[in-house]
C-alpha cells in the first residue's frame, strides 16, 4: 500500500456502545486518504467484537494491548504502528465532522513547512445536541504562550506531521496523567509553530461513563511540581521553554481554582487565583483569567 496522508490513531478502552460512531464519522470523511490504527487497552466488554466487521476494510488495524494500561501507552503504540504522512488522535467516544480531514489536508497542502496545526472543536450529546463551544485564541494571540497558560487543543482535530509524531512521545509516567496531553504538546510547541484552521471540525461527546482524571486540588498541585521539575531538569527543553513557566505555573493554579470552585469552596477558589496572578502578573489581560475569575458568580447566581 502506499503511504496514506493521515493515521487517525483511536486508543479506546471499553466503549463497545460508541466506538462503531466514532469510526463511522472518519468513514463518512469527504477525504478518503488516511489509514485507522485502533489500539485496545485489553477492554473487558465487547470492544474488540463490535470491531469485526470494520476490520473488513484493509486501512483499519486493530492492536490490542496484553494488559491494561495508561492511554498514554495507547497513543505513543498507535503512533509507532502509525505510517500516514501526518497523525491525529481521535477517542473513542468523540467524532470527526465529514470535512475534518480535507481541510487538514488542504491546509497542509497550502503550508508546505507546517508541521503542527488544529482545528476547533466543540461537545455535543449523546443525542447529537450542542452542549458547548470552546472558546480559542483570538487572531494574533501568542499561541504558544496561551498554550501555556492552559490546553485549548485537548486531543481531538490536531494534526503533526510525520517527522514530528516519531520523535515525541506522550508522559507514561503516573504522576503526569491528567495533563499529559497538555505535556505533549507543548514539548511540540517548543520545537514548532502551531498552525490554526479555524473551523469547527469535531466534537467531544459529553456522556456518563466518559473517562475523567479526578479533580483534587492537591494532585493537580502534585502535577505542577511534577512538571516543573521534568522541565527544569531537561537542559536542552528548559532553554527553549524557561520564559513560559511562569505562565504554565499561573495556568495549574487557573486550573486549581475551578476545581475548587466546583465543590463550591469559593474562599480556597480565589486563594489559588491569586497564587496564579502571583506568579504571572501579565494573566490579568488573558480572557481565560477573566473567565475563570468570573464564573464563581455564575454559580452563586444560578442557584
Known sequence: MSQPFFSVVIPTYNRE???GKTLTTVLQQTCQDFEIIIVDNCSTDDTVKVLQPFLADTRIRLHVQEKNYERSRSRNKGMELATGKFLTFLDSDDLLYPHALELAMKYANEHTDARFFHEYYESRDTEGRLVYRYPFPAKGVDLRKRLFLANF?????VYISRDVYTNYLFDENKASLGSEDWDFWLRISADHDLGVIP???AAIVQHDERTVA????AAIIDRKEYYLNKYRNDKMLYNKISDYLPVFESGFYLYTSTV??????FGKGYGYLAKA???SPSILGSAVFWKIALSPLKQIFSK
Open 17 to 19: 456502545k460508541l466506538i
Open 153 to 157: 487543543l485537548s486531543c481531538i482535530a
Open 199 to 201: 473551523v469547527v471540525s
Open 214 to 217: 479526578g479533580n483534587r486540588a
Open 260 to 265: 475548587a470552585w466546583q465543590s463550591r469552596n
Open 277 to 279: 496572578l502571583r506568579r
